[in-house]
């Protein structure tokens, strides 16, 4: 019996399953490893049979909870997929606004109409087994993941900064070029690819489990950032986690 | 007929980016409810936005939408070059047409081969079609990976691009690596044209329904307009993109969590089919030939068609992007430092940027302090100035098709909001039938 699996999309962009998508060929060899009953991107088929889902997306209505409930009661694995689901992402940027406020913004006077409360990780409502972290996921980091539970592994998600892939890479550090970045706090796995890039670390992983944030905001202020600058590179995609710390 | 009675309800229809129902009820052979409604969760980006730098803004307002990130970013940094009065080298330009081609075809090729095809061929997604048709189903998958790696090259990756950024690009490929997708988007020639014969056999499966309406696109007088233009329309004279306000015209109903527009007539369609009936005299010659096999020429008013005139804009897109880099050889790359940041004098201002995405027009509107700090926000999103054309499209159609038995009726208006390709992250997010 091939394990069955589902995947589901609360706020977010669907870049994430979009990446599942994109693994083209390599999907088709995945489809011969499980049986996908529920992907309503791609398939109109549905059942509420299935042992691992997928879950893109933050949650950010009440009466989303209800459906997210639904699905850790029916599956044996839950798997938060990128950074809404696994952090509350670039969603929590709303969270530091009044929520009043802002629907007010987006929606006039017909705000009350439009439902909304704090942008939220999935775990932050229902236990979550695994996490596939970035904006986007990492195809391949994807596949690691799936490989692993389906042999019944943990699997192997960095717990060090981006820092020590940027430094393998060779990349010339963001702050030696008169830049700010957030990658000595955030969490690897992504090969520094936005500093590969060119760029700089904007911190879609989240903060690793035990970062040091006071030094590094002192870090940013150091290199000539305003108190209010280096607190706003933090919020970025922090929001959620910073609040719970 | 007059006993007629039935109920349509499908909630959150499937093979489209998000969450929209479709209600229809039908009492006595009369339509008597008729909705195209969108459920997905609202995500306040023009409020986020607020309070944030203008070297944030493109980064942020790509996770608007993964399909059509790249769209999002070029249009955000349009607009914030607007505001602060930054130009681009005619280099950057030309990579940045590039890049948004490669998202064009990237978003087609997955909306026909993967999300449409079914449809025609009768299953409910591709993976049994990869059992059944693999030859068909690889051929699509080529043509999409080709599209992927295309804006890997220009962009860094496919979703969320990093290059691009204001004033231009971090990084750019190398005039190697663009000789080699030239050669690889010359030798597409022949998978297209499977594509295309492929879509022409299964052509009788497409519904003929026909209803007037408006559309609009980018326009110009030198090109296939996508990344840079005027506002066009069918009903109406063109106008700058700073005017966009008075031709989306956005407004809300309670029962969607999307805006929608209208503008000459009770509403208007974006997109591909938009941009062809509008701009059909600049299509790329291959292009052009592609339309003529299905006989789709402008002004072409059934909307099903849609479909069709993605394949063309993808045969257009590898034609125009070879185009774009013989003429970047020609006038010999030039290179850039690494982790290039081009100089930007910030200031005050506000700015629009206008760009055609795979969905349609797309609208970014930002206002900046003197610091650089944006305190408004506007952005039009395609999929919203089509949902109210949906609609209408599902009031016409529903009379026409009631003599089917309820499950075709279902399986065409959904058909038919899939040819819209919406995506309703993107106007929130959006797509559910429901026949009650």
Known sequence: ?245 | MKEKNFDVEVNHVTRVEGHGNIYVNVRNGTLERCEWNISEAPRFFEAMVVGRNWNELHHITSRICGICSIGHTLASLRATEAAMGITISDQDLKLRKIALHAENMQSHLLHVGFLVLPDLMGVGSVIPLASSNPEEVKTVLRLHRLANEMSDMVCGRTTHPQRLIPGGFSKIPSMKELRGLRERLQASVPDLQAVAKLLKSLAPKIPDFVRETEFIALTSPNEYALYDGKIGSTDSDAAPAREYLSFSNEYIVPHSTAKRAKHKRESYMVGALARLNINYDKLSPLAKKIAEIFDLKPVCHNPFMNNIAQLVEVVHSVEDSIKLINELEAAGLKSQPDYNLPEIKVKAGQGVGAVEVPRGILFHDYTYNEKGVCTKANCVIPTNQNHGNIELDLKALVPKIMNKTPKEIELTLEMLVRAYDPCISCSTHAVEVHFV
């Open chain 1, 1 to 245: 019996m091939k394990p069955k699996v589902a995947f589901f999309d609360f706020a977010g962009c669907e870049g994430d399953q979009l990446q599942v998508a994109n693994l083209e060929e390599e999907l088709l060899d995945l489809l011969g490893q499980v049986e996908v009953v529920s992907f309503r991107e791609v398939m109109k088929e549905h059942s509420d049979n299935y042992d691992i889902a997928f879950i893109e997306g933050s949650c950010t209505r009440l009466h989303d909870e209800a459906r997210l409930k639904q699905i850790r009661k029916n599956a044996k694995i839950v798997v938060a997929i990128g950074s809404c689901a696994t952090i509350g992402g670039i969603n929590s940027l709303k969270n530091y606004q009044d929520l009043d406020d802002v629907r007010r913004t987006v929606y006039g006077d017909k705000a009350k109409l439009f439902d909304t409360y704090a942008a939220r990780p999935i775990d932050a409502v229902i236990p979550v087994d695994a996490y596939v972290h970035g904006c986007p996921i990492n195809r391949e980091e994807f596949l690691h993941v799936v490989k692993s539970l389906l042999l019944g592994k943990r699997p192997d998600i960095p717990n060090y900064p981006v820092c020590v892939e940027c430094k393998k890479n060779e990349n010339v550090c963001a702050f030696e070029r008169g830049q700010f970045c957030v990658g000595p706090v955030t969490r690897a796995g992504c090969n520094s690819c936005c500093v590969n890039e060119g760029t700089i670390c904007w911190g879609c992983r989240g903060l690793v489990d035990n970062p040091n944030e006071n030094s590094q905001k002192e870090v940013l202020i150091k290199y000539g950032l305003t108190v209010d600058d280096a607190i706003n590179k933090f919020k970025l995609y922090f929001g959620w986690q910073e609040r719970k710390r």
